[in-house]
């Protein structure tokens, strides 16, 4: 099932916006040109990331510092990886597919 999160033209670099489906906590971030979807928790003790420092792909926990590829979600420091999702569109509108 298609869930609309936000207008695309809304989208810009610094863009960042937590959404909740069900229990579900996402983050939508556009970094870099770049449009990614990650779970809202940081794997190592499940802090939120919404203001997390991002840069260049990188999201880093705002608790303990921990940096994870939003690409991936691989981190050098933590062995779960962070849970990323694809990003599906639908007309002029990003989402996710749940």
Same mark, same amino acid.
């Given at each position: *099932?298609?869930?609309?999160?936000? $207008?695309?033209?809304?989208?810009?670099?610094?863009?960042?916006?937590?959404? $909740? @489906?069900?229990? *579900?906590?996402? #983050?939508?971030?556009?970094? %870099?040109?770049?449009?990614?979807?990650? %779970?809202?928790?940081?794997?190592? *003790?499940?802090?939120?990331?919404?203001?997390?420092? &991002?840069?260049?792909? @990188? @999201?880093? +926990?705002?608790?303990?510092?921990?940096?994870?590829?939003?690409?991936?979600?691989?981190?050098?420091? +933590?062995?779960?990886?962070? $849970?990323? #999702?694809?990003?599906?569109?639908?007309?002029? &509108?990003?989402? !996710? !597919?749940?």
């Amino acid at each position: *099932m298609f869930y609309p999160l936000e $207008k695309l033209h809304l989208l810009h670099d610094g863009y960042r916006r937590a959404f $909740k @489906i069900g229990r *579900m906590e996402l #983050l939508l971030i556009q970094d %870099e040109g770049r449009t990614y979807l990650i %779970e809202n928790r940081c794997p190592h *003790m499940e802090a939120p990331l919404t203001y997390g420092a &991002v840069r260049q792909g @990188i @999201i880093r +926990c705002p608790m303990h510092g921990l940096e994870f590829s939003l690409l991936n979600g691989r981190s050098s420091a +933590c062995a779960t990886p962070l $849970k990323t #999702l694809m990003p599906a569109y639908e007309g002029n &509108v990003i989402g !996710v !597919v749940l």
